[in-house]
T-cell receptor, first 113, second 115 residues
Framework: GAGVSQSPSNKVTEKGKDVELRCDPISGHTALYWYRQSLGQGLEFLIY????????KSGLPSDRFSAERTGGSVSTLTIQRTQQEDSAVYLCASSLPYNEKLFFGSGTQLSVL | GNSVTQMEGPVTLSEEAFLTINCTYT??????LFWYVQYPGEGLQLLLK?????DKGSNKGFEATYRKETTSFHLEKGSVQVSDSAVYFCALIAFGDTGRRALTFGSGTRLQVQP
């Protein structure tokens, strides 16, 4: 596609529910990143995929968070048993292999009530 | 670990004023440094970068010089416009680790330019 696409753009859920956030990177970009942007905070790194290598999961805040990338393209970030502190904008970015220029999607605004 | 510290906002300026947004970093190895910008309602986009000491990144009238001696990468623009109103993020990626790491971002600085 022309850019990084994320869906949904907004998600409101109840505490304790599971949510799935989707990211469709730019075609040909083998690197894919998930970040979280909380109100008044910077971007918090969550997870990084590079090709077929094992993902760097060092930023995931708890075992309620997981992500997968199917076929080296689309990625899904799953948050189980959501908590109010999970409320944030979840940003996805992609890049060419080992390239420092990231292209960001517009994000998913997650609100946990 | 790697970290980026940038000045808190918001920064409010009048049109044509001089802009400085401070950024300092802590990193292992030899980092590359970046400024990303997020315009209202849009995703982050790369504004400029510098990959080694004394390099100057520039784009759209913005400049930043990689200062290794002060571990800084301050963003400057000589004359801001209303259209520059956005959130600016300083970031780094450091080589020399066991594997490539994702960009480490600062907390962002909101710039508001008034006509």
């Amino acid at each position: 596609g022309a850019g990084v696409s994320q869906s949904p753009s907004n998600k409101v859920t109840e505490k304790g529910k599971d949510v799935e956030l989707r990211c469709d990177p730019i075609s040909g970009h083998t690197a894919l990143y998930w970040y979280r942007q909380s109100l008044g905070q910077g971007l918090e790194f969550l997870i990084y995929f590079q090709g077929n290598s094992a993902p760097d999961k060092s930023g995931l805040p708890s075992d309620r968070f997981s992500a997968e990338r199917t076929g080296g393209s689309v990625s899904t970030l799953t948050i189980q048993r959501t908590q109010q502190e999970d409320s944030a904008v979840y940003l996805c970015a992609s890049s060419l292999p080992y390239n420092e220029k990231l292209f960001f999607g517009s994000g998913t605004q997650l609100s946990v009530l | 670990g790697n970290s980026v510290t940038q000045m808190e906002g918001p920064v409010t300026l009048s049109e044509e004023a001089f802009l400085t947004i401070n950024c300092t970093y802590t990193a292992t190895g030899y980092p590359s440094l970046f400024w990303y910008v997020q315009y209202p309602g849009e995703g982050l986009q790369l504004l400029l970068k510098a990959t080694k000491a004394d390099d100057k990144g520039s784009n759209k009238g913005f400049e930043a010089t990689y200062r290794k001696e002060t571990t800084s990468f301050h963003l400057e623009k000589g004359s801001v416009q209303v259209s520059d109103s956005a959130v600016y993020f300083c970031a780094l990626i450091a080589f020399g680790d066991t594997g490539r790491r994702a960009l480490t971002f600062g907390s962002g600085t909101r710039l508001q330019v008034q006509p």
